[in-house]
């Protein structure tokens, strides 16, 4: 059985570029999460939805960062324009019934 | 305050050795407490729930006091696989819920 995928796995950008990151969550999960991580911060939750519905966005840094959730299976995590500050590992969850997440391998993002 | 704080660590341990962490919160409307486990590189797995009660699995134990408002992981006879970052986990609810990481604890046991 498939776990969370991610992709990419990596990027590397310039400052003022856009970056799509995309996320496919565990069939018949409900909730789906962004979450960045970096060593300073640890991991902090971006967004949440519930039934492809924005529950709490109040992680989201700015207006520079948006996710959405057209169905129940495809999430995309989109910042623009990207800065230095935003390099980090940016991972998506998943959950039924909004107990045990189960993470994807991440998306490490650099930006230069 | 964090709503969640843990020592970074590192913890270095020898092979067969004890070691406990504690993660406190701030909330004391968090309802749902959880050890997550992360090898460097690799994503956050969970580890266990963490139950009034306390629980255990296999060699490790974890117990939660809300009167002082945390929680505990006890590892026994610590392997060299035991190496990574354990982080705590803290869920409020009251409207929408509310999941707040730890910065995490690193373990490293050595030989």
């Known amino acids: 059985d498939a776990g969370v995928i991610q992709s990419p796995r990596h990027e590397v950008t310039e400052m003022g570029q856009e970056v799509t990151l995309r996320c496919k969550p565990i069939?018949?999960?409900?909730?789906l999460f962004w979450y960045r991580q970096t060593m300073m911060r640890g991991l902090e939750l971006l967004i949440y939805?519930?039934?492809?519905?924005?529950?709490?966005d109040s992680g989201m840094p700015e207006d520079r960062f948006s996710a959405k959730m057209p169905n129940a299976s495809f999430s995309t995590l989109k910042i623009q324009p990207s800065e230095p500050r935003d390099s980090a590992v940016y991972f998506c969850?998943?959950?039924?019934?909004?107990?045990?997440?189960?993470f994807g391998p991440g998306t490490r993002l650099t930006v230069t | 305050r964090k709503e969640v704080e843990q020592d970074p660590g590192p913890f270095n341990v020898p092979e067969g050795a004890t070691v406990a962490f504690n993660c406190t919160y701030s909330?004391?409307?968090?309802?749902?407490f959880f050890w997550y486990r992360q090898d460097c590189r690799k994503e956050p797995k969970l580890l266990m729930s963490?139950?009034?009660s306390g629980n255990e699995d296999g060699r490790f134990t974890a117990q939660l006091n809300r009167a002082s408002q945390y929680i505990s992981l006890l590892i026994r006879d610590s392997k060299l696989s035991d190496s990574a970052t354990y982080l705590c986990?803290?869920?409020?609810?009251?409207?929408?819920?509310?999941?707040?990481f730890g910065i995490g604890t690193k373990l490293q046991v050595i030989p």
């Open positions: 969850a998943s959950s039924f019934g909004s107990e045990k997440q189960y």
């Open positions: 069939s018949g999960h409900d909730y």
């Open positions: 939805f519930n039934n492809n519905v924005p529950i709490d």
């Open positions: 909330n004391s409307a968090s309802q749902s």
């Open positions: 963490v139950y009034s």
């Open positions: 986990v803290v869920k409020r609810t009251g409207g929408y819920q509310k999941v707040t």
